[in-house]
């Protein structure tokens, strides 16, 4: 009988960790493999916060799919998927069509606007290689434009919407950044804001409450003004307008404040929950056997009924479960249940300072910021082996 085809979107986490287990996995013949992914690199979006702020080349931060998959096993396919077919087992890419057997979504997420008005439009998300570009060069042009416009100092006004990890991680870089640029371009740094502001009641919503109070500090320290508990209500070219009813003029608004599922879920006819599919426990769509969804496309509940945050961590964690359930499929073996165990979370909050929880141990400052490392690390370990971890780990 023909060979199974098995067609894997996105290189993100999910995409490329299950591409790498099946290789190792499938014997030669048993099935064919197909990973596409809009460009021909993988990025480690766990870094991206550095790259964005300007303290880090965003070339540490992308990895040559070729280097990370073997050619005479898995077919790359560099191409941007514009429709997905499940009643077809198809696929449509901007330059062709591909038929599957088996399909994986790991075509990451999307920013969550939650109907703000003005975020889609004017504000900045920390999403991929040329986003965050894109976030350096413009945060290095308000400095320049600030010479020539002095009386502008909404130039120098930096906001950040959303303290979750993405938004925390963020102003502890740019808040490391802010001297360098003030330096860089004779700006007196007390011109200088950075806005953390959050509806939710507090920062780092649902962690450990002494870890916020002490990331806050640290961040405070370094110049980032707080408003928790208050809502962003509209964005506009001149800024943001809060619900409190003040106006925060700035030309820079990054938005962190949410992640939704990728908007071609939807449109293939899957049951999603804001833009995201509940997965079966074989980490299945309901009602299709041959379709795998991963990382931010995927919805998976804790015991206690809540959905997880959508993480690499457990991205990694359902691609090794994704691959062991195609290669048993095919097999005809029988599928595992996928399980979290989660290992713990560290986020950084600019150079030498972290907060994190490792097991069930807190963690802060220089031992947390090593940990941080010691993560990245194990992440390019498992993608690409000590030659990866020579190459982009930053010692
Ligand atoms: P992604 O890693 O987002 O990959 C999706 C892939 O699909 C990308 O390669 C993309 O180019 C590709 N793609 C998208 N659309 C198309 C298309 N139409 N056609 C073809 N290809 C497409 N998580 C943690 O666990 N720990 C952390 O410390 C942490 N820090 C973070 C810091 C920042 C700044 C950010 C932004 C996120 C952080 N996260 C962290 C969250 C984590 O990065 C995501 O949960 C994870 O990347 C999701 O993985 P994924 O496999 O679903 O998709």
């Keep these: 009988s023909r060979i199974p085809r098995i067609v894997i979107l996105g290189a993100g986490y999910g995409g490329i960790v299950t591409a790498i287990r099946l290789q190792k996995e499938l014997n030669y013949n048993e099935a064919d493999v197909t990973l596409v992914n809009k460009h021909d690199y993988h990025y480690i979006t766990t870094h991206l916060h550095m790259p964005a702020a300007g303290t880090d080349n965003p070339e540490n931060a992308r990895v040559n799919i070729l280097k990370l998959i073997d050619e005479f096993k898995i077919d790359f396919v560099k191409s941007t998927v514009v429709q997905i077919r499940p009643q077809e087992k198809k696929v449509i890419l901007e330059e062709g069509t591909l038929s599957y057997d088996y399909l994986v979504i790991g075509l990451g997420g999307e920013p969550e606007t939650f109907g703000i008005p003005g975020l889609k439009?004017?504000?900045?998300?920390?999403?991929?290689?040329?986003?965050?570009?894109?976030?350096?060069?413009?945060?290095?042009?308000?400095?320049?434009?600030?010479?020539?416009?002095?009386?502008?100092?909404?130039?120098?006004?930096?906001?950040?919407?959303?303290?979750?990890?993405?938004?925390?991680?963020?102003?502890?870089?740019?808040?490391?950044?802010?001297?360098?640029l003030c330096k860089e371009f004779d700006v007196d740094p007390s011109l200088v804001k950075i806005y953390n502001i959050e509806a939710a009641p507090t920062a780092l919503p649902g962690f450990d409450p002494e870890l916020v109070e002490y990331a806050m500090n640290v961040l405070q320290n370094k110049g980032v003004t707080f408003k928790i508990a208050t809502a962003i209500k509209e964005c506009t070219p001149e800024g943001v307008l809060l619900a409190t009813g003040e106006e925060i003029k700035s030309s820079t608004v990054i938005w962190t404040g949410g992640i939704r599922g990728n908007h071609m879920l939807e449109e293939a006819g899957f049951e999603t929950m804001r833009g995201r599919i509940k997965v079966d426990e074989t980490l299945r769509a309901p009602g299709h056997d041959n379709v795998y969804v991963l990382g931010d496309c995927s919805i998976v509940m804790s015991p206690e009924g809540r959905p997880y945050p959508p993480t690499a961590q457990i991205s990694m964690q359902q691609a090794e479960i994704c691959a062991q359930n195609l290669v048993g499929q095919i097999r005809g073996s029988e599928l595992k249940a996928f399980e979290y165990k989660p290992k713990g979370t560290v986020a950084s909050l600019g150079r030498g300072e972290a907060i994190g929880i490792v097991g069930s141990k807190k963690i802060k400052g220089g031992t947390a910021a090593i940990m941080k490392k010691v993560v990245d690390l194990r992440y390019l370990y498992i993608i690409g082996g000590i030659p990866l971890v020579l190459k982009k780990g930053r010692f």
């Design 121 to 180: 439009e004017y504000a900045l998300g920390i999403r991929s290689i040329n986003s965050v570009r894109f976030i350096r060069e413009h945060i290095e042009y308000q400095f320049a434009k600030f010479k020539r416009e002095p009386n502008r100092t909404d130039y120098l006004t930096f906001i950040v919407g959303g303290a979750g990890f993405t938004g925390i991680e963020f102003v502890g870089e740019l808040a490391d950044r802010i001297p360098e």
